[in-house]
């Protein structure tokens, strides 16, 4: 058990709905990231969050968005959905979020299907 | 985009056999860190390796590093059925991690 805490697990729903994926970090981690997983692929960084402000974008969507709140859990929320959103959806956290990143501790993830 | 690239993308092996992959990467790093996916399930940990070492050890893991060549390798001796699972190299620089595409691990009974 990592510790980050994610829900739902499994999600599924139509084109053109949002949805809100959830995470909590482990207990003293202050950044929190989120990475996208399509089937058998590499893992694809969204966002990185470090004590409630963004501190990295990678390759998210505009209809993608995401934030962390003042108890640090972190919230992606997915909207207009397409066909290939379907992925899983990590969400990994870790205590430092200097220029050397340390080890992260990832959530079970959330599997989202678009129907 | 991805930095690291790992090579082989996938290894099959028996049972007791040792399994090597590589991680190569583009620029100057802090670290470079590997972590193992089962089938479906959440990253782990396995070993962080710093800039300025050459090599290190965790168990039947060994993980080196050559930032000359800008390359890693990791080694599981004497692997076990349970260690199928896909394997990712990280490099971390500048707030970012950047990863491979992943070797996929199978080994055979």
């Known amino acids: 058990d990592s510790g980050v805490t994610q829900t739902p697990k499994h999600l599924i729903t139509a084109t053109g709905q949002r949805v809100t994926l959830r995470c909590s970090p482990r207990s003293g981690d202050l950044s929190v990231y989120w990475y996208q997983q399509s089937l058998d692929q590499g893992l694809q960084f969204l966002i990185q969050y470090y004590n409630g402000e963004e501190r990295a974008k990678g390759n998210i969507l505009e209809r993608f968005s995401a934030q962390q709140f003042p108890d640090l859990h972190s919230e992606l929320n997915l909207s207009s959905l397409e066909l290939g959103d379907s992925a899983l959806y990590f969400c990994?956290?870790?205590?430092?979020?200097?220029?050397?990143?340390?080890?992260?501790?990832f959530g079970e993830g959330s599997r989202l299907t678009v129907l | 985009s991805q930095q690291g690239e790992e090579d082989p993308q996938a290894l099959s092996i028996q049972e007791g056999e040792n399994a090597t992959m590589n991680c190569s990467y583009k620029?100057?790093?802090?670290?470079l860190q590997w972590y193992r996916q089962n089938s479906g399930r959440g990253l782990v940990h396995l070993i962080l390796i710093r800039s300025n070492e050459r090599e290190k050890h965790s168990g039947r893991l060994r993980v080196t590093l050559d930032t000359s060549k800008k390359s890693s390798s990791l080694l599981i001796t004497a692997s076990r059925a349970a260690d199928t699972a896909s394997y990712f190299c990280a490099t971390s620089r500048n707030y970012q991690l950047i990863w491979g595409a992943g070797t996929k691990l199978i080994i055979k009974p």
């Open positions: 990994a956290s870790s205590v430092v979020a200097g220029t050397n990143t340390g080890e992260l501790f």
């Open positions: 620029t100057s790093i802090n670290n």
